[in-house]
């Protein structure tokens, strides 16, 4: 990896992002990346054997219910309060509009 990032490299990545940045938002985003790019070095030096890889810093658990079967409706009551019914099934507007 270079040792900085320069004004060049951060045109041609805004360039392929199709950004449009100003004079003044390259050198910000070129000293940003500069800070950026430094830390992740940084980070890289450290010694990570014997650290297990993790998806989230903190230990989550699911909060979720187990999935129980349970019996359902009775398809005919159910279907015998709907407003109107078509081949056993609920007749409803269509989605472009008119009338059912």
């Not at 320069?6 to 500069?34: G, K, M, N, P, Y």
């Not at 159910?78 to 609920?90: M, N």
């Amino acid at each position: 990896m270079p040792d900085r990032i320069t004004r060049d490299e951060v045109v041609h990545v805004a360039d392929l992002a199709r950004l449009a940045l100003s004079d003044e938002e390259i050198v910000t985003f070129t000293s940003q990346l500069v800070t950026v790019l430094a830390h992740a070095a940084e980070i890289g030096k450290l010694d990570t054997h014997g650290v297990r890889p993790t998806a989230h810093p903190l230990p989550i658990v699911n909060v979720l219910r187990r999935d129980v079967v349970v019996a359902g409706l009775d398809r005919d009551e159910v279907l015998a309060q709907a407003p109107a019914v078509a081949d056993e099934r609920f007749r409803v507007p269509p989605v472009l509009g008119g009338e059912p």
